[in-house]
């Protein structure tokens, strides 16, 4: 069911129930009122009944039938009975009618001096009159046709009206939920025409402060996060496709050249020895394109409890064993004493290739192939610090928005062997960890720091 019928069915069924108990209202308090007064009739008409026949010398209970038909306001099969203290019928103006009442409902009007019977189809009301300390029971009854007819035509034309309300409300509730809906109807158009060719379209709206303009800004909002993630795709894309395309082409240009004449052992071996490295460097490439679309994709990682400390000291070595040119100095000095204190929930694998990424650039980029590791205990939080010197920092400072970008370089640093995955691979790992990653630098002096929130 769509949602316009939808909500012409709910506003059409809130209205219809809110008039039906309305009608109902108005017909119960009707009947009500007039039964009331029919009721005050009754006993106006059995009061005066009494009153001239017991306290009138002249009136008689022949003259008393007589004023009592003769009376302009007579009810439709109207009786008055009146009874002595036992329970002796001394008056009536029907001799047709006899209510045929019993003792004890008797005794119930003398004991309560006011109360009405339900004799179908007559109604009945009971009054004790006392004169002269004797007292008596008055029985007034009749059939209140007018109410009866009052009511059935009320009860037609309340139903009459109660269905033409629920058409005018129908009609009412579909033209409403189109008009508000309207809006989403052209959202839903401006969607439909979004596709992967035009995600710079946005949809229109969205400056409006009500739920549809919200709704519009949050498609918004997914529309450009949806923009940067596919334009990010293509450039991965193509950065890949370039990396691959470098070691390849070298691979096939060294067999080429060796293949166009026959060659000594000693050049042969050189060959294999450069294709070697070659196909090493495209491995480390395919190794960290891995990891970096593993820890993109969100996959599950086991999670435990480890030291920060031994996890960096395990990298360092790692790093260390790559080039016996690099330099790692260890800056231990604040760490407590309480080592329970170092302790992170994290991934070794991860943490480990993340601190390796750092460190691994830290000696690389910094001219003299040195760098320092600073390990700092705060409350709740476990900061490490990797610190270098660069040849030109100001240059790295005006691209700090950009270094965790994958496959971006600085320029100038072409001649660095690299990929440029190292420092979003490590934004991503310390994302996964609940931890920040944050860069600086005070002139050529730079630093990464790494915190993660302490066990």
């Not at 008039?19 to 009754?42: G, H, K, M, P, T």
């Not at 158009?189 to 992967?196: F, G, L, S």
């Not at 496709?241 to 067999?255: A, G, I």
């Not at 599950?300 to 960096?312: C, G, K, N, P, Y």
Request: net charge neutral; proline share 3%.
């Amino acid at each position: 069911m769509q949602i316009r019928t939808r909500l012409t069915f709910q506003f059409g069924f809130l209205v219809s129930a809110i008039l039906f108990l309305s009608f109902v209202a108005v017909y119960i308090f009707a009947r009500w009122q007039w039964e009331r007064d029919f009721e005050n009739r009754l006993y106006d008409k059995a009061v005066t009944a009494a009153t001239l026949l017991l306290k009138v010398e002249q009136v008689d209970s022949a003259l008393l039938k007589v004023i009592d038909r003769a009376k302009r306001d007579y009810l439709f099969r109207e009786n008055i009975s009146i009874f002595d203290q036992t329970y002796t019928e001394i008056y009536t103006n029907n001799d047709t009618i006899d209510f045929r009442l019993s003792p004890p409902q008797l005794a119930k009007v003398e004991k309560l001096k006011r109360t009405t019977f339900v004799l179908e189809p007559f109604s009945v009301i009971g009054i004790l009159f006392t004169h002269q300390q004797q007292d008596f029971i008055v029985i007034a009854g009749a059939i209140h046709r007018e109410a009866h007819q009052n009511l059935k035509l009320l009860r037609n034309l309340l139903a009459t009206t109660f269905l033409i309300w629920i058409a005018v409300v129908s009609l009412a509730g579909w033209m409403y939920a189109g008009r508000a809906l309207k809006p989403i109807q052209r959202l839903m158009e401006d969607v439909q025409d979004i596709t992967t060719t035009n995600l710079n379209k946005r949809l229109g709206g969205a400056e409006k402060p009500d739920e549809i303009g919200k709704l519009a800004l949050i498609f918004n909002q997914m529309l450009e996060r949806l923009e940067n993630a596919f334009a990010l795709q293509k450039t991965f894309v193509a950065n890949v496709s370039h990396e691959l395309r470098n070691p390849l082409t070298k691979v096939t240009s060294q067999l080429e050249v060796t293949l166009l004449r026959p060659r000594t052992p000693a050049e042969y071996q050189e060959t294999i020895a450069s294709v070697l490295d070659d196909i090493r460097e495209l491995n480390q490439l395919t190794n960290t394109l891995l990891d970096l679309a593993k820890v993109t994709q969100g996959s599950a990682f086991t999670m435990s409890q480890l030291r920060l400390d031994e996890i960096v000291l395990d990298a360092r070595q790692a790093v260390l064993s790559t080039d016996t040119q690099y330099s790692i100095r260890m800056d231990f000095d604040t760490m407590p004493e309480d080592t329970d204190r170092l302790r992170i929930s994290g991934n070794a694998h991860l943490l480990k290739t993340a601190v390796s990424n750092l460190l691994e650039n830290a000696c690389k980029f910094s001219p003299d192939q040195r760098a320092a590791v600073r390990l700092d205990v705060v409350v709740g939080e476990l900061r490490l610090l990797v610190t270098n010197v660069v040849s030109d920092g100001g240059k790295l400072s005006g691209e700090r928005n950009r270094i965790f970008e994958p496959f971006y370089r600085i320029r100038g640093d072409i001649h660095t062997r690299g990929y440029g995955i190292g420092l979003s691979l490590v934004q991503r790992i310390v994302s996964i960890h609940k931890g920040k990653v944050q860069f600086s630098n005070s002139g050529n002096q730079v630093t990464f720091e790494l915190s993660f929130p302490g066990c």
